[in-house]
């Protein structure tokens, strides 16, 4: 069985950073593209950004260079820093990832940004 575990999230303040992290466990053959997307109340989940295998990343038009998304294959793990939080990147962040060439979503971590 497969699992994602994101952790990292909080609450700070704006201007703030959250490093968010998420393990991939289980019996793993292979780990494709992975990636972060989010969902705040009342609105679509919506990608953060992805990174290939190979490190070729993404990241959705809002993030404007605040954000940076990387992985260690080693640990299975994909990461994502993100510097000058604002109020409105507050939402549950959700990581996935093609792993044994099924896609899996973790269970989310809460990042809220106060103003």
């Known amino acids: 069985q497969v699992q994602l575990v994101e952790s990292g999230g909080g609450l700070v303040q704006t201007g703030e950073s959250l490093r968010l992290s998420c393990v991939a466990s289980g019996s793993i053959f292979s780990i494709g593209p992975m990636g972060w997307y989010r969902q705040a109340p009342g609105k679509q989940r919506e990608l953060v950004a992805s990174i290939t295998s190979g490190g070729g990343t993404n990241y959705g038009d809002f993030v404007r260079g605040r954000f940076t998304i990387s992985r260690d294959n080693a640990k299975n793990t994909v990461y994502l820093q993100m510097d000058s939080l604002k109020p409105e990147d507050t939402a549950a962040y959700y990581c996935?990832?093609?792993?044994?060439?099924?896609?899996?979503w973790g269970q989310g971590t809460q990042v809220t940004v106060s103003s």
């Open positions: 996935n990832g093609f792993v044994n060439r099924n896609l899996y």
